[in-house]
């Protein structure tokens, strides 16, 4: 699990193929890997990866073919950067909301204008995803925690502050370019227990 509270940008090195699969290398920027053991998990750009050949400032990992079609790590290219949470600990402070790294799908920017000396951005979403969006609820953009602002059918807007446009990969963003979404866990169990209580049967 992971908090979306972004503690370092960091950069994909390398990405290599491998049987239709990828190993990807990141240098990791400021993130200390001290207290990184190989197979320990660290999201990138809010994808769940596990880490392999760590070294003072860099790791590996593999990357399967479903998470590659499923989340923007497939489009990357070498010198990109990348957001990065170390796994939560149960000693650690919640300073976002609970954060699984299972990317749901893909969103896109489709506006960014300024609002003082924040931004507001909108994004737009697939109906499947869409649904579990809802105003002032969490939603995970890029591994970044995020309130939402209002929904409108298939596009929400959230505001960045400036230490969010400083401290993550949001800088670097424009409109038009795609962005990993996970919808908050919750509204996947609310929409689970509904189910249930109308007679549904579970999908299996």
Not at 151 to 175: E, K, M, W, Y
Request: net charge negative; glycine share 10%.
């Amino acid at each position: 699990m992971f908090t979306g509270i972004i503690q370092s940008i960091g950069q994909l090195l390398s990405s290599e193929e491998r049987g239709g699969d990828r190993r990807m290398v990141f240098h990791v920027g400021a993130l200390a890997l001290d207290d990184v053991r190989q197979g320990d998990s660290i999201a990138v750009a809010g994808v769940c990866l596990t880490a392999l050949d760590l070294t003072e400032d860099s790791f590996a990992a593999d990357v399967s073919r479903e998470t590659l079609g499923l989340t923007t790590l497939g489009a990357l290219e070498p010198g990109a950067p990348v957001n990065l949470e170390k796994a939560l600990r149960l000693s650690d402070r919640l300073g976002g909301h609970l954060v699984s790294g299972h990317v749901d799908g893909l969103g896109r920017v489709i506006d960014i204008h300024g609002d003082a000396r924040s931004q507001r951005w909108t994004f737009e979403v697939p109906a499947t995803l869409a649904r579990y969006i809802a105003s002032k609820g969490s939603i995970c953009i890029d591994g970044v925690s995020l309130t939402v602002n209002e929904v409108d059918g298939l596009h929400f807007g959230v505001n960045l502050i400036p230490h969010t446009q400083q401290v993550t990969t949001f800088a670097a963003r424009r409109v038009g370019d795609a962005v990993n979404i996970e919808v908050d866990r919750m509204a996947r169990y609310a929409e689970r227990l509904i189910e249930f209580r109308a007679g549904e049967t579970p999908a299996m």
